[in-house]
């Protein structure tokens, strides 16, 4: 019974030793991880919230960030931006392209092999990092080689470049080098199975919890807790520059910017075209990534404050004063962060007051210089209309009257007034006042 007893417990303690036991040891006084999810194309808003999200994970001291993929490629620029935060990442990065069904195809895929750990759910793939040239170039037919021959350098140039980068990441990451050319110059794709038989992932789990535990697990034993995963999404501003950047919502701001400015120029005056067209073409000019968001903001704000200005003197019954507001909120949005990095930010409630006071001056001007319009004039011929002054001489109709000390000649536009009777000028021609008596 004893011998029982003490097999049984060298058999426990060996299982308590082993690899297998350890994952729930380490979880137990395990750290928290940082996970940040993004399903849709690489721009530069990704760019930036997965920068974001590299940047806490380091200044918060995560046992790790994960980021959860899902995308059908995107941008080169925000591709790279991306990929340089993460090899440069102190903290370790996991890239897991999840949910089933999902994929890490084209700028994915380089996203993918620059992670300390790439991992891949049930149901996935990855591949095809073919660069694609933005509007895909002039058509090519069959028999003109002299076009597909011109178009040979340009594209020859960035797939080299690419597979060059790919390659670069792969040797980083101690991955398959020829998988990775093979992927830009030939698109291949391949689901997660072949992935990790060609170590092109790490390993396939089926699901956080497993993701967590393979975590924990030697290699790696990077002691993340499961119970305490930080999730991080986008930010409201992020979510709205994400939604401008689709490229379905840029075709249609495009076609709204041109279509505003086009009536507005046709019909001058109608105001609330001439902004929503301007706004829109901005907008539009960011979301087809012409323009960086720092540009965009700019012009935006800019815009603003010369619609703004343009209320003081243009009667727009508020038009021109809502649409700065629009316009600098905008630009607000696109130049600031709401949650940098780096600690420095701008308060929501001084934009609030700096946009209320831009209004009541702007309003306050406006009011002023439209009395200024509507003001009677002083001096001049048009200050005399309404003067009263007397007859000197009859006016049957025309004569001569008094007026501040002056002498007029005048003409009766109500028949004959008498000598010395009181009247008011009520229009002026020639020199000559038109009078009528005071009743």
Do not use: C
Not at 427 to 432: A, N, R
Request: no cysteine; proline share 6%; charged share 15%.
């Amino acid at each position: 019974m004893t011998a029982k007893l003490s097999g049984l417990l060298l058999i426990g303690i060996s299982l308590a030793a082993s690899p297998a036991a350890r994952p729930a040891a380490a979880a137990a006084g395990g750290s928290p991880a940082l996970v940040a999810t993004y399903s849709g194309i690489i721009s530069p808003v990704t760019a930036e919230f997965l920068g974001d999200a590299v940047r806490k994970a380091n200044r918060e001291n995560f046992a790790a960030l994960i980021i959860q993929l899902d995308t059908p490629g995107g941008l080169d620029t925000s591709m790279r931006v991306i990929v340089k935060d993460i090899l440069n990442s102190e903290t370790p990065v996991i890239v897991y392209v999840s949910p089933s069904g999902a994929r890490a195809a084209s700028a994915g895929v380089f996203i993918t092999m620059a992670a300390q750990v790439a991992a891949m759910a049930p149901g996935t793939n990855i591949g095809a990092a073919h660069p694609v040239m933005l509007g895909g170039g002039p058509p090519s037919f069959p028999g003109k080689k002299e076009e597909k021959a011109a178009q040979q350098p340009i594209e020859e140039k960035a797939v080299n470049d690419a597979a060059a980068y790919l390659r670069s990441i792969a040797r980083r990451r101690n991955r398959n080098e020829q998988w990775a050319e093979k992927a830009v110059t030939e698109s291949i794709s391949i689901p997660v199975e072949e992935a990790v038989d060609k170590n092109i992932v790490d390993f396939k789990a089926e699901n956080m919890d497993d993701l967590i535990g393979r975590l924990n697990a030697p290699p790696w034993e990077l002691r993340i807790e499961n119970s305490r995963l930080v999730y991080m999404e986008m930010n409201e501003r992020q979510k709205l520059l994400a939604t401008i950047s689709d490229p379905n919502i840029a075709l249609l701001l495009m076609s709204l910017g041109a279509a505003g400015l086009f009536i507005e120029l046709y019909n001058p005056g109608l105001i609330l075209p001439g902004i929503a067209g301007g706004i829109s073409l901005i907008l539009a000019l960011y979301s087809f990534q012409t323009l960086s968001a720092n540009y965009a903001g700019i012009l935006l704000i800019l815009l603003g404050f010369l619609l703004f200005f343009s209320e003081i003197f243009v009667p727009s019954f508020g038009l021109l004063t809502a649409g700065g507001v629009i316009s600098n909120l905008l630009g607000v949005l696109m130049l600031f962060n709401k949650q940098p990095s780096s600690g420095i930010s701008i308060s929501w409630s001084v934009v609030a007051g700096n946009l209320a006071g831009m209004v009541a001056l702007t309003s306050t001007v406006a009011f002023f210089a439209y009395r200024a319009l509507r003001k009677k004039p002083a001096t001049g011929l048009q200050a005399m209309i309404g003067a009263e002054g007397t007859a000197q001489t009859p006016l049957k109709p025309a004569g001569a009257v008094l007026i501040g000390g002056e002498l007029w000649n005048a003409l009766s536009l109500e028949g004959e007034i008498p000598q010395g009777a009181a009247v008011e000028v009520a229009e002026i021609k020639d020199l000559v006042l038109k009078v009528r008596r005071k009743s």
